[in-house]
């Protein structure tokens, strides 16, 4: 009785704990993709972050696929390795929000009115620059 009570502990631990990582994750991919994954001017300035997120969203949808794929969130949870793949590219995720920081630092200093802009709607500037009609809406 007691073995299966000590089991059942692990269990929710490390269902707390991935769900824990899991949020932290998810919250960042979300601000991400949309930045790594369709901005010409992102990928073409910061190939190697490009490359780098590429390789984590390619992970973070495995992960996605293989929740679904589970029959109780507990199952999806004790995966061996889960929480340190989840951190692993948590860490990955914050390399990518540094170096995308460093970009948009740049582009201020060559701009200086770019530091009254927030990050994201420079971003959006950057990611439309080519096509002035979308930069104005």
Not at 11 to 33: A, P, T
Not at 83 to 88: F, P
Not at 118 to 135: C, F, M, R, W, Y
């Amino acid at each position: 009785m007691q073995a299966e009570n000590d089991l059942w502990q692990g269990n929710l631990k490390s269902v707390s704990n991935v769900l824990e990582f899991w949020q932290k994750l998810q919250k960042d991919w979300y601000k991400l993709e949309p930045i790594f994954m369709h901005s010409a001017d992102i990928k073409a300035n910061l190939h190697e972050t490009a490359k780098k997120f590429e390789g984590v969203n390619d992970n973070f949808k495995s992960v996605i696929e293989e929740f679904q794929n589970s029959e109780t969130v507990v199952e999806a949870c004790v995966v061996d390795g889960r929480v340190a793949m989840l951190k692993e590219m948590i860490g990955l995720m914050n390399e990518c929000k540094r170096e995308l920081d460093a970009y948009l630092d740049e582009k201020k200093k060559k701009f200086p009115r770019f530091y009254f802009i927030a990050n994201q709607t420079l971003l959006d500037i950057l990611s439309k620059g080519n096509n002035p009609g979308e930069v104005a809406k």
